[in-house]
């Protein structure tokens, strides 16, 4: 039976933990109607999870018995960071989530010369974040950076040990004989619908790996997902 996991600001080394969250306790008792000694899983967004059961939940604050606290494993040892060109709400919103469930530890949306959507809505995304982090078992939070454009982008991922620009006509990763281990911090760069700009693609080729997924034209959403599907897949 799996058991409802939730990230919050828990102190897990109490034996009692409690929650005044308007979120969180309405989840628990309108939603999924919990009772007193039912149990869940708390997370603090630093690795610590604890299986706990319910010892009260009213309107204004849930108790919990911590029963046993652990060490979440699933995370990859390599950091992913997601630079990925800010799309139409509903494209954003599935690629926000589908990273979170592939292992990204952070998302950059960039403003590239292509780029028609500006703008995103803040909170909706860190919810559909936290609640894909919850569904998969992650032992962090995802971290949703402030907007930047193309130039900001290529100034941050100068801190990473490993850039993949992906490209239409790009090299396969099999093809570019890389050993992902040997990276503590990867980059990968999704472009708009309407692809990168020639500027961009000079920056890119000056400064990154160029990498492809298919033959095919894909969305730009599809490559995200199929990029990091990818990528996650060389550091399990």
């Given at each position: 039976m799996r058991i409802n996991r939730f990230f919050g600001d828990f102190n897990l080394f109490e034996k009692t933990v409690r929650s005044s969250d308007a979120e969180l306790v309405n989840q628990l008792k309108?939603?999924?109607?919990?009772?007193?000694?039912?149990?869940?899983?708390?997370?603090?967004g630093k690795l610590n999870e604890a299986r706990s059961a319910v010892e009260d939940l009213?309107?204004?604050?849930?108790?919990?018995?911590?029963?046993?606290?652990?060490?979440?494993?699933?995370?990859?040892?390599?950091?992913?960071?997601l630079y990925c060109s800010l799309l139409k709400r509903e494209n954003f919103?599935?690629?926000?989530?589908?990273?979170?469930?592939?292992g990204v530890k952070e998302i950059v949306p960039v403003v590239a010369a292509k780029t028609v959507k500006?703008?995103?809505k803040t909170d909706r995304l860190r919810k559909i974040i936290k609640e894909a982090a919850e569904q998969s078992g992650r032992?962090?939070?995802?971290?949703?950076?402030?907007?930047t454009d193309f130039g900001g982008a290529i100034e941050s991922a100068g801190g990473n040990d490993l850039n993949l620009f992906f490209e239409l006509g790009g090299?396969?990763?099999?093809?570019?004989?890389?050993d992902f281990f040997k990276y503590k911090k990867i980059g990968i760069f999704i472009g708009p619908e309407g692809?990168?700009?020639?500027?961009?693609?000079?920056?890119?080729?000056?400064?990154?790996?160029?990498?492809?997924?298919?033959?095919?034209?894909?969305?730009?959403?599809?490559?995200?997902?199929?990029?990091?599907t990818e990528v996650t897949q060389q550091l399990q």
């Open positions: 309108n939603v999924l109607r919990l009772k007193k000694s039912d149990e869940i899983i708390l997370c603090d009213n309107n204004n604050e849930a108790v919990f018995k911590v029963l046993e606290t652990t060490r979440n494993a699933n995370e990859f040892r390599q950091d992913v960071v919103e599935l690629v926000a989530q589908k990273s979170t469930e592939l500006l703008g995103f032992g962090i939070l995802p971290v949703l950076s402030e907007q090299k396969t990763l099999g093809n570019l004989n890389l692809g990168w700009s020639e500027e961009e693609l000079n920056l890119a080729n000056n400064n990154f790996k160029i990498a492809g997924l298919s033959r095919f034209t894909l969305r730009a959403e599809t490559a995200a997902i199929a990029a990091l």
